[in-house]
Structure formats: structure tokens, C-alpha cells
Nanobody, 124 residues
């Protein structure tokens, strides 16, 4: 069964850091691009970071809102993708999800079901 499980969220003060994990089961993450999404209350889900498959040389892409603060990476040995989030802001508060996709382009197709996500709350 193809499944992705997100973890690592929590409550953090503005300026703080968190590292989210996206662990895969039932398939090999390295064969796919992996996208981190987030959904804030009352807003649509948005893609914020993507790492391409090894065939795509593991290239990374970021939304402007997180560029320079977030870093996406993968550990193929652990079949896990990470999202390191630094300099967190209250507007980063959202539920964070990961998904496997056919690529990092906007028209790419999601190939894994949505997981439960992990809540990130940035507040003093």
C-alpha cells in the first residue's frame, strides 16, 4: 500500500525552526518528485517546495514565500524526505502535507494519496 506519513510539526515561536519528515511505505521515494504542500485555515492547499527524483538530479524548487528559509532534502536510505524550516513566521502556520508526483512542474500529476499532515503553529 502506497503511503506517506508526515511528522515533526508542533508549536514554535516566531524565528524558530522545525524539521518535518515525510516517510514513505509501499514504494521507493527516489523514483518520484516529492512536493511539500501546506494549507492554512480558510486557504487553499499550496505547494511550497519540491525535490525532483534522482533521474532529475534531485533539483529543488521553492515558492517565493519560503525561499531562503526552507530547505527540502531526501535520504534515500531511509526512504524519507525532509523539510527544514528556519526563521518561521506566524504566516507559516498551517497543516503540512507531502505527496509524490510525476514532476515538480505545476502540471505534474500527484501519484500518492494525501496523508494526515502535520500541524505547524508559529506563535508567541
Amino acid at each position: 500500500q502506497v503511503q506517506l506519513v508526515e511528522s515533526g510539526g508542533g508549536l514554535v515561536q516566531p524565528g524558530g525552526s522545525l524539521r518535518l519528515s515525510c516517510a514513505a511505505s509501499g514504494f521507493t521515494l527516489d523514483y518520484y518528485s516529492i512536493i511539500w504542500f501546506r494549507q492554512a485555515p480558510g486557504k487553499e492547499r499550496e505547494g511550497i517546495a519540491c525535490i525532483s527524483s534522482s533521474d532529475g538530479e534531485g533539483s529543488t524548487y521553492y515558492a517565493d514565500s519560503v525561499k531562503g528559509r526552507f530547505t527540502i532534502s531526501r535520504d534515500n536510505a531511509k526512504n524519507t524526505v525532509y523539510l527544514q524550516m528556519n526563521s518561521l513566521k506566524p504566516e507559516d502556520t498551517a497543516v503540512y502535507y507531502c505527496a509524490a508526483a510525476s514532476g515538480c512542474a505545476a502540471a505534474s500529476r500527484r501519484v500518492s494519496p494525501w496523508g494526515q499532515g502535520t500541524q505547524v503553529t508559529v506563535s508567541s
